[in-house]
Nanobody
Framework: QVQLVESGGGLVQAGGSLRLSCAASGRSYSNYDMGWFRQAPGKERETVALISWSGRRTYYSDSVKGRFTISGDNAKNTVYLQMNSLKPEDSAVYYC?????????????????WGQGTQVTVSS
């Protein structure tokens, strides 16, 4: 089983940037597809960006496409979410999640392993 720890959240002004990191420990990182999700108060959890274990496949929600970039560093067992041109509506708790690697599409499937989350607040 993999353990996930997020970092990099904080307070930023609209138009600014943040980079979130998710450090994975436990079983080999390369066994997992990884993703970032977010949940704002009173709203349902939303898929933000996903990446396959090889890095060859990615998925972005329409709300972040062109502004956010997901990437992975297998040597560091870490996945990143670079967030640019941030908007107040991006404010949420951001969670890192993982699933055992598989050929199924990245989106629409369960990610059973989760981190504790990191808060991102974008001020207007």
């Amino acid at each position: 089983q993999v353990q996930l720890v997020e970092s990099g959240g904080g307070l930023v002004q609209a138009g600014g940037s943040l980079r979130l990191s998710c450090a994975a420990s436990g079983r080999s990182y390369s066994n997992y597809d990884m993703g970032w999700f977010r949940q704002a108060p009173g709203k349902e959890r939303e898929t933000v960006a996903l990446i396959s274990w090889s890095g060859r496949r990615t998925y972005y929600s329409d709300s972040v496409k062109g502004r956010f970039t997901i990437s992975g560093d297998n040597a560091k067992n870490t996945v990143y979410l670079q967030m640019n041109s941030l908007k107040p509506e991006d404010s949420a708790v951001y969670y890192c999640a993982a699933r055992f690697r598989q050929q199924a599409p990245l989106q629409g499937y369960e990610y059973p392993f989760w981190g504790q989350g990191t808060q991102v607040t974008v001020s207007s």
